[in-house]
């Protein structure tokens, strides 16, 4: 069975840098061709898709966060991680990992971890 699992501070402060990582179990992030998304849902919003690193290391991201977002990967630990810098309290979201074949039908998330962003 696949599971997620992110990880990284709770709290960062403005203009910092947040990072995550999301580590993956029971199927792997290349071999088995998963996209690995980054998704956040901020406060009383929704979700908003951040970025993706396909199973061949390509990146795609979004575009209103794309000068700030940097997606990678370690592939011999089965981790992919997220880089968001010159956070604002706007950036204060839930954060989720997601793996997908097709894009934006994912099939295994991580549970979530809030990051709250706050001097």
């Known amino acids: 069975q696949v599971q997620l699992q992110e990880s990284g501070p709770g709290l960062v402060k403005p203009s910092q840098t947040l990072s995550l990582t999301c580590t993956v179990s029971?199927?792997?992030?290349?071999?088995?061709?998963?996209?690995s998304s980054w998704i956040r849902q901020p406060p009383g919003k929704g979700l908003e898709w951040m970025g993706v690193?396909?199973?061949?290391?390509?990146?795609v991201y979004s575009p209103s966060l794309k000068s700030r977002t940097s997606i990678s990967r370690d592939t011999s630990k089965n981790q992919f991680s997220l880089q968001l810098s010159s956070v604002t309290p706007e950036d204060t979201a839930v954060y989720y990992c997601a793996l997908s074949h097709t894009a934006m039908t994912y099939e295994y998330w991580g549970q979530g971890t809030q990051v709250t962003v706050s001097s």
């Open positions: 690193i396909e199973y061949d290391g390509s990146t």
């Open positions: 029971g199927g792997s992030i290349t071999t088995d061709y998963y996209a």
